[in-house]
């Protein structure tokens, strides 16, 4: 009898005293998840970096000496990865990561320990960066309920609030991308930005769990707003 020894073995979480069904079905996701052990290995703080990684192959967001705002940005997955594709890790870009949680220092990134709805937020990060943003990025959700159209609206108050933050900080031309969930609501912001911005599409990267509601907004090409 033979093996397939190309195969990882499934791992099978045992049950404990105290460990309630959803978290055993929670821990045996993660443990047998590729994404995650290849996060690892590679040193990513988080299976999202893989999500950022195939939108910006196939969409570009990010270029050599970009400022990128990561909202939201613990653990620092999309950070890290942000970090690299623009050069900050060198010097040539800037990264500002913005989250009410603590977070370790990423080679390259500027951590702003504050809640992005702070009216003082958007100066003081365009003061970090240098000047206006050339992306803007937010893996953000909020606590999860476990009631699907309670977590799903929860979701898109972040979303809507990350795309006002977005207009305020953006350069001409910059682009926003936002997770957020299905739930019927999710039209009316693509709706919304696709008054100022060129391109908006909904976008679900293979990283994402093929059960999961979970789909990013891209928009693409800001319009900046006229204070007239």
């Known amino acids: 009898m033979t093996t ?3 195969r990882p073995l499934k791992v099978q979480v045992k049950k404990r005293k105290g460990r309630t069904l959803a978290q055993k079905l929670w821990l045996d996701r993660q ?4 994404y995650v052990a290849r996060a690892k290995r590679e040193g990513y703080r988080s299976r999202a970096a893989y999500k950022l990684i195939e939108l910006d192959d196939r969409f570009k967001l990010f270029r050599p000496g970009g400022r990128v705002v990561d909202l939201g940005a613990a653990p620092g997955g999309w950070s890290q990865v942000a ?8 010097g040539k870009g800037r990264v500002v990561a913005i989250d009410i949680l603590d977070m370790p220092p990423i080679v390259g990134v500027d951590v702003l320990h504050l809640d992005f709805l702070d009216p003082a937020a958007p100066d003081r990060l365009k003061a970090l960066l240098g000047g206006p943003a050339d992306v803007v990025l937010s893996d953000m959700a909020a606590n999860a309920t476990g009631h699907r159209q309670t977590d799903h609206l929860k979701i898109m108050a ?3 609030a990350a795309a006002m933050f977005a207009r ?3 350069d001409p031309g910059g682009s926003f991308l ?3 969930l299905r739930g019927g609501t999710e ?3 693509l709706a919304d930005l696709k008054r100022d911005f060129a391109k908006v599409k909904h976008v679900k990267p293979a990283a994402s769990r093929a059960d999961s509601a979970e789909l990013y907004v891209l928009a693409m090409g800001f319009r ?3 204070d007239a």
């Open 31 to 34: 443990l047998n998840d590729p």
């Open 83 to 90: 970090a690299k594709r623009v050069g900050a890790e060198a």
């Open 178 to 180: 936002c997770k957020v």
């Open 4 to 6: 397939d020894r190309s």
């Open 187 to 189: 039209g009316d912001l």
């Open 158 to 160: 972040l979303a809507e």
């Open 168 to 170: 305020e900080v953006l």
């Open 224 to 226: 900046q707003v006229s």
